[in-house]
């Protein structure tokens, strides 16, 4: 059985983290499945890890769709010939498939003020082959709807492993901007407050680790403890 502490890579020009997390291994074969979270750039520097570690991708989870954290998806699944489920939660599912292209220009048009960055860089996106809503299970991973960063944000939570993948709805003292499209700060509120505080459905334990999309890992205790965030990222 692999360690289940996630492989870090930080990838493309705004830093995003992509994280490969070991699932357990199948008896008899090479190969140890993973789930690779958030690919956002550099698809030859993830695959290039994957081949290392000898993992390769069952799934491929997006917290939300914005273009930093899904770029190297097309490489990737033309490298794993498809096989990958890809999953996004249902509200993001436009940043997918045959008219993504045009909601990602639309959103670096808004955060740069042109979509430079998104053309020099675009290859045509695959349809989801899973879309996901709260309390789905991917793996050993469950899924929590954390809207605000964007509306189907996302986090993948494993209690048993105590960790929890953030995206860009909480970072180590911060939280995702709600100024891109779709982006709406009660929600993001709503979203922090249910992490830190817990609702009716979870209270995540304080030591539970938190792998955020940029930055540095923290826990929910930390963040707790900074209650009123005092500044707002990426």
């Known amino acids: ?26 008896p008899d074969t090479p190969l140890c499945p993973c789930v690779v979270i958030d690919p956002g750039a550099d698809a030859g520097v993830i695959i ?64 740069m003020g042109d979509s430079a960055y998104v053309d020099a860089l675009w290859e045509d ?44 709805t909480l970072f180590k003292d911060g939280f995702g901007r709600v100024d891109l499209p779709g982006g709406s700060t009660k929600a993001l509120v709503s979203s922090l407050k249910r992490l830190c505080i817990g609702d009716d459905n979870y209270f995540i334990e304080e030591h539970t680790v938190v792998y955020p999309g940029h930055g540095a890992v923290t826990t929910i205790g930390a963040e707790k403890s900074r209650y009123h965030w005092p500044k707002q990222t990426c």
């Not at 692999?2 to 199948?26: D, I, K, M, R």
């Not at 996004?88 to 909601?103: F, M, N, P, S």
């Not at 964007?150 to 939570?157: D, E, M, R, V």
């Open 48 to 111: 290039t890890r994957l081949e290392s570690l000898r993992w390769y991708p069952r799934y491929i989870l997006l917290t939300h769709g914005h273009f930093d954290h899904l770029a190297a998806l097309p490489t990737l699944l033309t490298h794993y010939d498809g096989k990958p489920e890809v999953a996004i939660h249902e509200a993001d599912a436009a940043y997918l498939g045959t008219k993504a292209r045009q909601v990602h220009r639309h959103s670096f048009i808004a955060f």
């Open 125 to 168: 996106m695959p349809q989801a082959t899973r879309l996901v809503v709260e309390g789905d299970c991917v793996g050993p991973l469950r899924v929590l709807h954390l809207a605000g960063h964007s509306p189907g944000s996302a986090g993948f939570y494993d209690e048993a492993a105590g960790l929890l993948f953030s995206g860009d």
């Open 1 to 26: 059985m692999h360690n289940t502490l996630p492989e870090t890579l930080v990838v493309g020009a705004l830093a995003t983290n992509c994280y490969l997390y070991p699932l357990e291994s199948v």
